[in-house]
């Protein structure tokens, strides 16, 4: 079935359904908006808009693509890869959407396979848990937003991989300050890195990627995929 193609094949997800998409940290449709010293490792996308705000001061490493052809075939990738993570079959619903007391191993422990919210909170630590699978595939789907508490961690277990983990949201993703969020996020209008750990890759397809002061963003490599990093001080 789909689920176990999805999860048993990390390489097949991840090769047949992000495309262009791997050089980039930051991608967004409408604005990108830097407050800090951010460092940006890898490539920084935007189209259709064309307002890049905070560099300077912070610094891209990578190739900026802004309203070009490389962000616009990254903005097409984007789509493609939302419409395949969201036409994966189900593992099951998210008990009110909150990750944090709903876990399929235990209350805030979560397996492989494609979760289901509605507008999903994550108001205290979770984990996900490999189970000695290193191509294990998490799949987190929110209709509406997801929003990481402070002090709210995610924790990778038993060979999980930060590469293996992605979010597909419908509309808004937020973190806060001292709070850690892993994964790919594919977030349909925004997303808020308002402080904290993000270890993982931004994608926003038409709304703007905000990253706030005191915010440190790691690149975590998918597969064979160049390692990338965003530091960034208050």
């Known amino acids: 079935g789909k689920v176990n193609s999805a999860v048993g094949s990390a390489a097949y ?12 940290n930051i991608l967004a449709g409408s604005t990108v908006d830097n407050t800090g010293l951010t460092t940006v490792a890898g490539d920084l996308g935007l189209s259709p808009g ?14 900026q693509h802004i309203t070009d052809g490389a962000a616009a075939q990254a903005q097409l990738d984007l789509t493609a890869a939302m419409l395949y993570y969201n036409g994966l079959t189900t593992s099951g619903a998210i008990a009110g959407s909150n990750l944090s ?3 399929n191993l235990s209350a805030n422990t979560w397996g492989a396979g494609v979760w289901d919210g509605g507008a999903i909170t994550i108001p205290t630590d979770i984990v996900l848990d490999a189970q000695g699978d290193a191509s294990a595939v998490f799949v987190f789907r929110a209709t509406s937003t997801v929003n990481l508490s402070g002090g709210a961690h995610i924790t990778l277990v038993n060979g999980a991989q930060a590469g293996n983990v992605y979010w597909v949201v419908g509309s808004t993703l937020t973190t806060v300050a001292t709070s850690t969020m892993i994964g790919t996020i594919m977030a ?3 997303i808020n890195l308002g402080g904290g750990i993000f270890a993982g890759r931004a994608l926003a397809s038409t709304g703007a990627v905000n990253i706030g002061a005191a915010t440190t963003i790691t690149f975590i490599p998918q597969l064979s995929t160049p390692t990338f990093s965003i530091s960034t001080a208050a």
């Open 50 to 63: 064309s307002a890049v705000v905070g560099f300077p001061p912070g610094v891209v490493s990578g190739t």
């Open 13 to 24: 997800v991840i090769t047949s359904h992000i495309g262009s998409l791997t050089t980039f």
């Open 101 to 103: 007391t709903g876990g």
């Open 188 to 190: 349909l209008t925004t």
